[in-house]
C-alpha cells in the first residue's frame, strides 16, 4: 500500500456514487492510511441527505443484475471508475453464481416488490452472502417502514463502500489519477 493515500474524487466515485460524498472525501486528503479514510468517509456518509443516498443508489445493480464493464477486452485499455464499480460489484455479488432459477426469479420478484414499496434498488452487501440469504434479507426488509429501511439502507452503503476503500487503497497509485478532477 502506498505511503500516504491520495485518493482522487474519480476513484472515489467508484466507491460510492454520491457526488458529495466523493468531493468531501477528497477533499481531505491525503490520508496517512486507510483507517483515516475510512475515518474520513463515514462522516461524510453520515452527513448526506436522502438524496445524497439517492444518488448512491442509482449506480448499484440489482442483486442478480451485473453491471457489464465497457471495457473492450483485450484493449489495454484501463479501467474508469465505472469499470472499476462493474467488476467489484460482479466479485461482490458473486454468491448470485450458483443460485438456482428459481432463487433467481424469486429475486428478481422481490426487488420488484422492493422497489415498488422503496422507490430505489434493494442494497444489501453481497460479499460473502448466499442468493439464499440475500432473498431472506430482503424478504424480511420489505417488512420495514420507510424510516427503518433507511437506516438499514445506510447501513448496508457504509459496509459497501468501506469495501470499497480497501480495494481502492491497495491498487497503484497511478491507476487512481486516471479519474482527477
Known amino acids: 500500500m502506498r505511503e500516504r493515500l491520495d485518493v482522487t474524487e474519480g476513484g472515489l466515485l467508484a466507491c460510492c ?7 468531501e472525501v477528497a477533499a481531505g486528503r491525503p490520508y496517512a492510511d486507510l483507517a483515516e479514510l475510512r475515518a474520513a468517509s463515514a462522516k461524510a456518509l453520515a452527513a448526506l441527505d436522502w438524496a445524497d443516498v439517492e444518488e448512491a443508489l442509482a449506480a448499484h445493480p440489482r442483486i442478480g443484475d451485473r453491471l457489464r464493464s465497457s471495457r473492450q477486452p483485450g484493449s489495454g485499455a484501463r479501467l474508469g471508475s465505472g469499470d472499476r464499480e462493474a467488476a467489484w460489484s460482479r466479485g461482490e455479488q458473486s454468491g448470485m453464481d450458483a443460485a438456482a ?7 428478481v420478484e422481490g426487488n420488484r416488490a422492493y422497489e415498488d414499496r422503496f422507490g430505489h434498488v434493494f442494497l444489501i452487501c453481497a460479499t460473502g452472502l448466499s442468493a439464499a440469504e440475500m432473498l431472506t434479507a430482503l424478504r424480511e426488509r420489505l417488512r420495514n417502514g420507510t424510516g427503518e429501511e433507511r437506516a438499514v439502507v445506510r447501513t448496508e452503503l457504509a459496509k459497501i463502500v468501506d469495501l470499497r476503500l480497501a480495494k481502492l487503497a491497495a491498487e497503484p497509485a497511478d491507476r487512481d489519477a486516471e479519474g482527477e478532477r
Open 17 to 23: 456514487a454520491s457526488h458529495r460524498w466523493a468531493a
Open 101 to 107: 432459477a428459481e432463487l433467481r426469479t424469486a429475486l
